[in-house]
């Protein structure tokens, strides 16, 4: 009699909302020590996530970041790669925006605009990415330490080119100058006025549609082309993919060069969407953050989508949190969406055994 298969949902579903659901819980007992009461915390920091139209706006805001973030950690490891460098890739992705718009913004109308600077952030954090994919490939470095590592050299790249050439004069903080207006993103709520409906000021912008199309893209690529057939081989099995005639280094290229894109695509959100300027630490760790929105979402588009709203709503309603009670300090907001990724990566196989018992054991009959 052969073992009956745990059912898909259980999986993609059920065992990373329990995950989720202890790691709410041991928040609440971190709360109850500093002597706080847990519901009216969670009542507080669900309204600042989803209670009023700012609140959305700041939640989705965040959750554009994560989404791009935890796609090219996801499209990495179908591959077998666990990219680390994100955060880096992002920041060098951000340069690539910052520098069209810098270069084209009073020469060029907005419809040029962006497509030059969705093409610069993908080839800038792509090229950040070709250099640890290629000394992976080729010369057999670790891909993680080569990551991280890269992640410290773009901060002290960004650093030395804001300070020395970049910013604006006169200006003490390093910044560039401003953009015109034609190399701005629409804020959403303009957008949502243009068709006739009110929706409060908040920094969502048009890069949030483009996160959507990404996953997209993405779902058709790994699931629907041949491209994505070969990563998927490369990922579960490295030597039957050559058996297969598959050239693994190349797929190891190509695999980061898209994860380096679509990390790069963080700096339309906060360059060119809100701050309209190049500033230095703008990635502010979504390139690490979306390696847990990566393992919460299973590695496919919709959940990833799913992980980085709720992400995005506990660094929103987190601030509320905070705002409203005193007590429970920005630090102890940390330590909640610390004890998500904790339960949703690291302690995601603690009750996975059990679960999935319980769906396979045999029948009465």
Request: net charge negative; hydrophobic share 55%; proline share 4%.
């Amino acid at each position: 009699m052969s073992q009956p298969k745990v059912p898909v949902w259980v999986n993609l579903a059920l065992i990373p909302f329990i995950n989720i659901t202890l790691a709410f819980l041991v928040s609440a007992l971190v709360i109850l020590a500093i002597g706080e009461n847990p519901i009216e915390a969670a009542g507080y920091l669900v309204y600042g996530a989803f209670g009023y139209e700012e609140g959305i706006g700041y939640t989705l805001y965040y959750a554009t970041n994560l989404i791009f973030t935890g796609l090219a950690v996801s499209i990495a490891f179908k591959a077998g790669i666990f990219n680390i460098g994100g955060e880096g890739q992002a920041y060098i992705g951000g340069l690539g925006v910052g520098l069209v718009c810098l270069a084209v913004d009073q020469t060029m109308p907005f419809y040029i605009i962006l497509p030059l600077a969705i093409i610069g952030g993908a080839v800038f954090g792509a090229a950040w990415a070709y250099i640890p994919a290629y000394l992976s490939a080729r010369r057999g470095s670790h891909v993680v330490i080569t990551t991280i590592m890269f992640n410290f050299i773009a901060s002290s790249l960004m650093v030395y080119l804001l300070v020395n050439w970049l910013k604006q004069e006169g200006r003490m903080s390093p910044n560039s100058r401003t953009f015109e207006e034609s190399a701005w993103l629409p804020y959403m709520h303009e957008m949502l006025a243009a068709i006739g409906i009110n929706f409060e000021q908040s920094p969502l912008n048009a890069s949030f549609l483009w996160a959507l199309i990404c996953c997209v893209l993405i779902w058709g690529l790994v699931w629907h082309t041949r491209w994505g057939y070969q990563l998927r081989t490369v990922g579960t099995s490295a030597t039957a993919a050559v058996y297969a005639g598959i050239d693994n280094g190349k797929v190891t290229i190509w695999v980061m060069l898209i994860s380096g894109a679509l990390a790069g695509f963080v700096g339309l959100n906060e360059i060119m969407g809100v701050h309209h300027s190049l500033l230095l630490n703008f990635t502010a760790g979504f390139g690490f953050a979306g390696i847990a929105v990566s393992l919460m979402g299973r590695n496919h588009p919709v959940g990833i989508i799913l992980a980085a709203i709720l992400f995005g709503a506990l660094y929103q309603g987190g601030s509320e949190l905070a705002f409203e009670i005193p007590s429970i300090t920005p630090e102890i907001v940390v330590v909640i969406q610390g004890l998500v990724i904790l339960f949703s990566g690291a302690l995601e196989h603690m009750c996975k055994d059990r679960v999935e018992a319980f769906f396979t054991r045999p029948s009465a009959a």
